[in-house]
């Protein structure tokens, strides 16, 4: 079975342009979720889907936003870039929406803002 | 404030012996944790599940306890290998909410030969 897949795998932007992400996750898999991960924060909550509607948001301002398609694929915008946007946004699969339900990761997009 | 920690940044050890790694956790009373395993350039792996109610879990060289008392769960790799060299980090969803999941700081581990 083929894993969760991120593309691009890196992306170079410019402050105040705007960025789209996509996530294929795993076949079955209806849940998705994403999250930030930096050297200073760690990996940090951003949003989760399940069945096309958002569950849970984590503390990120509203130019971070997603949305999942009936098909389970999953993309996250970030609009008006700022240089502290730098970081790998992984994309995570489960079949549940469970909290002891195993998320699967992707490998990334490494998103770098000049 | 919230806050997942384990212990110290880097943890280097022999080849052949035991390593322990520390995920402490402050104002949440989660029902389920669990641990991930992080390679540089990849997504964190899932390794183990433990819930509240179970106090050890083990699958091969791993091995997590879990003590909602303390507030902590201890990872252990037992035999551990150069290829166990990684980012090992806990997880847990605090208001069992399902997938918003808060992680650990990380433990980098490396198993010197």
């Known amino acids: 079975k083929a894993g969760v897949t991120q593309t691009p795998r890196y992306l170079i932007k410019t402050r105040g342009q705007q960025v789209t992400l996509s996530c294929s996750p795993i076949?079955?898999?209806?849940?998705v979720s994403w999250y930030q991960q930096t050297p200073g924060q760690g990996l940090q909550f951003l949003f989760e889907y399940f069945s096309e509607t958002q569950r849970n948001k984590g503390n990120f301002p509203g130019r971070f936003s997603g949305r999942q398609f009936s098909n389970s694929r999953s993309e996250m915008n970030v609009s008006t870039l700022e240089l502290g946007d730098s970081a790998l946004y992984l994309c995570a699969s489960s079949l549940y929406h469970r909290p002891d339900s195993p998320l699967h990761f992707g490998n990334g997009t490494r998103l770098t803002v000049t | 404030s919230q806050k997942i920690e384990q212990n110290s940044e880097a943890l280097n050890i022999q080849e052949g012996k035991t390593a322990t790694l520390t995920c402490n956790y402050t104002n949440y009373s989660p029902a389920y944790l669990q641990w991930y395993r992080q390679d540089p350039g990849r997504g964190p792996v899932f390794l183990l599940l433990?819930?509240?109610?179970?106090k050890e879990k083990r699958k091969e060289r791993l091995k997590v306890t879990f003590d909602t008392t303390l507030k902590q769960s201890l990872f252990h790799i037992t035999a551990s290998q150069p290829a166990d060299s990684a980012t090992y980090l806990c997880a847990l969803d605090p208001e069992a909410t399902g997938n918003q999941f808060y992680f650990g700081t990380g433990t980098s581990l490396t198993v010197i030969p």
């Open positions: 433990i819930r509240e109610n179970e």
């Open positions: 076949s079955g898999h209806r849940s």
